[in-house]
């Protein structure tokens, strides 16, 4: 059975950087995504990575500060992570789509397979 395993979660100061590695996934890969979740709020799309092409794309609130990438297909995909704010302390999830569907990839129910998570804590 597939498993995506996360890593490189933390703690940090406000400003700082941390990178999340994600890996495991082997196989059709249509996207590879990172979504995040904070305690008592829904679960949410951060960034995602088109296999092909490596198109990416970004939500607002990270847009210019996170970087998702991968340096071929068999590397783990990264999530480069600067100026955190305490607004972007959350469990984050990397997560596998193989289903062609249209780009991009914003909802949970559209990728099929997930890692358990890896606590990023940004303090002020």
């Known amino acids: 059975q597939v498993q995506l395993v996360e890593s490189g979660g933390g703690l940090v100061q406000t400003g700082g950087s941390l990178r999340l590695s994600c890996s495991g996934s082997?196989?059709?890969?249509?996207?590879v995504g990172w979504f995040r979740q904070a305690p008592g709020k829904e679960r949410e799309f951060v960034a995602a990575?088109?296999?092909?092409?490596?198109?990416?794309y970004y939500a607002d609130s990270v847009r210019g500060r996170f970087t998702i990438s991968r340096d071929d297909s068999k590397s783990p995909v990264y999530l480069q992570m600067n100026s955190l704010k305490p607004d972007d302390t959350a469990v984050y999830y990397c997560?596998?789509?193989?289903?062609?569907?249209?780009?991009?990839?914003?909802?949970?129910?559209?990728?099929?397979?997930w890692g358990q998570g890896s606590q990023v804590t940004v303090w002020s």
């Open positions: 997560a596998r789509a193989r289903r062609q569907l249209t780009w991009p990839l914003l909802r949970s129910s559209d990728y099929d397979c």
């Open positions: 082997t196989g059709s890969i249509y996207t």
């Open positions: 990575i088109k296999w092909t092409g490596n198109n990416a």
